[in-house]
């Protein structure tokens, strides 16, 4: 642990944020884009616990926001698969080039 | 280099070669599998940082919950095996490239920056002090956003049942059926309404 400072935490979680953001950016499946998006979740995640852990070792509040944030995604992936099997069931399709029936 | 560096270069390289293949991979079942790896990955830092309750949450929520999910509704939208589309190539250039200058340009902030450390003792971040912080509701208790999150994970329970259950009738239908019911003289529409229902 002497050799691992907070530094290569930090770079860890900042290389999977912009794996997501690129992913994001590139999948053209709703499926995929939400699996982007769990992944900048993660990286913001990993933040919070490794700024309680070489900081703020006193406290235990990034771990809290860390729980909260889980729970969030948890919901948030939930809600967003029925939206994606809804979609799916209407238009047979999940793709976002696609599913353009809201666009004028 | 001591063991435990190397079992945090081992994580790390777990960590961005699962998100890397994840977000790269044409087959979305493989996708979905390398995101897996990602995640215990990620459950294992927690572990390297002495944080065993969040590596345990972290491995029941995401590992055993949303990833299980996301495998679920691959099964129920996809057919088995087929590619996905690749990307646009310019899309996937410029995309690469604003990642990987965001990348450099914070990794490079970041390693500029002086952080400063609280020093005081540590706390045991134990199972029975969160729950203790958690649940208190005087100094810098946790309990009012406990709630909150609890009505929230009510509210989106209730929400995926009521988007994703099956009408007897589909949407559009319906609403080509009140248009025709519309459209045809208004005499009787209590029974027309039962027809459909019918």
């Given at each position: 642990m002497n050799d691992i400072g907070l530094f290569h935490f930090l770079f860890v979680s900042c290389a999977l944020f912009f794996i997501g953001v690129y992913g994001f950016l590139t999948r053209r499946n709703l499926i995929t884009m939400l699996m982007s998006v769990e992944l900048i979740l993660n990286s913001v995640n990993i933040n919070f616990i490794a700024f309680n852990k070489f900081l703020y070792a006193d406290k235990l509040d990034g771990l809290f926001f860390t729980i909260f944030i889980i729970t969030i995604a948890a919901a948030e992936a939930s809600v967003a698969i029925a939206i994606i099997i809804n979609l799916y069931r209407n238009h047979k399709t999940i793709d976002v080039e696609e599913t353009d029936v809201m666009k004028f | 280099m001591s063991p435990s560096t190397i079992i945090f270069y081992l994580l790390a390289a777990v960590i961005i070669g699962g998100a890397l293949m994840a977000v790269t991979s044409l087959k979305i079942f493989r996708s979905a599998v390398f995101l897996l790896f990602s995640l215990i990955g990620i459950a294992g830092l927690y572990f390297y940082l002495d944080y065993e309750f969040i590596a345990a949450v972290q491995v029941i929520v995401y590992v055993g919950g949303i990833v299980v999910l996301i495998i679920f509704s691959i099964f129920l939208t996809h057919g088995s095996g087929e590619d996905m589309k690749r990307p646009h190539w310019i899309r996937a250039v410029y995309s690469a490239l604003a990642a990987a200058f965001g990348c450099i340009l914070t990794m490079f902030y970041i390693s500029q920056y002086t952080f400063t450390t609280s020093g005081k003792p540590a706390v045991e971040p134990s199972a029975g002090n969160i729950g203790a912080q958690m649940l208190s509701?005087?100094?810098?208790?946790y309990i009012l956003p406990f709630e909150v999150v609890s009505m929230l994970l009510l509210a989106a329970m209730i929400g995926c049942i009521v988007i994703a259950i099956k009408v007897k009738i589909p949407p559009h239908e319906l609403l080509a059926e009140k248009t025709d019911n519309d459209s045809m003289e208004m005499t009787e529409p209590i029974l027309a309404n039962t027809q459909t229902e019918i």
């Amino acid at each position: 642990m002497n050799d691992i400072g907070l530094f290569h935490f930090l770079f860890v979680s900042c290389a999977l944020f912009f794996i997501g953001v690129y992913g994001f950016l590139t999948r053209r499946n709703l499926i995929t884009m939400l699996m982007s998006v769990e992944l900048i979740l993660n990286s913001v995640n990993i933040n919070f616990i490794a700024f309680n852990k070489f900081l703020y070792a006193d406290k235990l509040d990034g771990l809290f926001f860390t729980i909260f944030i889980i729970t969030i995604a948890a919901a948030e992936a939930s809600v967003a698969i029925a939206i994606i099997i809804n979609l799916y069931r209407n238009h047979k399709t999940i793709d976002v080039e696609e599913t353009d029936v809201m666009k004028f | 280099m001591s063991p435990s560096t190397i079992i945090f270069y081992l994580l790390a390289a777990v960590i961005i070669g699962g998100a890397l293949m994840a977000v790269t991979s044409l087959k979305i079942f493989r996708s979905a599998v390398f995101l897996l790896f990602s995640l215990i990955g990620i459950a294992g830092l927690y572990f390297y940082l002495d944080y065993e309750f969040i590596a345990a949450v972290q491995v029941i929520v995401y590992v055993g919950g949303i990833v299980v999910l996301i495998i679920f509704s691959i099964f129920l939208t996809h057919g088995s095996g087929e590619d996905m589309k690749r990307p646009h190539w310019i899309r996937a250039v410029y995309s690469a490239l604003a990642a990987a200058f965001g990348c450099i340009l914070t990794m490079f902030y970041i390693s500029q920056y002086t952080f400063t450390t609280s020093g005081k003792p540590a706390v045991e971040p134990s199972a029975g002090n969160i729950g203790a912080q958690m649940l208190s509701t005087t100094g810098h208790g946790y309990i009012l956003p406990f709630e909150v999150v609890s009505m929230l994970l009510l509210a989106a329970m209730i929400g995926c049942i009521v988007i994703a259950i099956k009408v007897k009738i589909p949407p559009h239908e319906l609403l080509a059926e009140k248009t025709d019911n519309d459209s045809m003289e208004m005499t009787e529409p209590i029974l027309a309404n039962t027809q459909t229902e019918i």
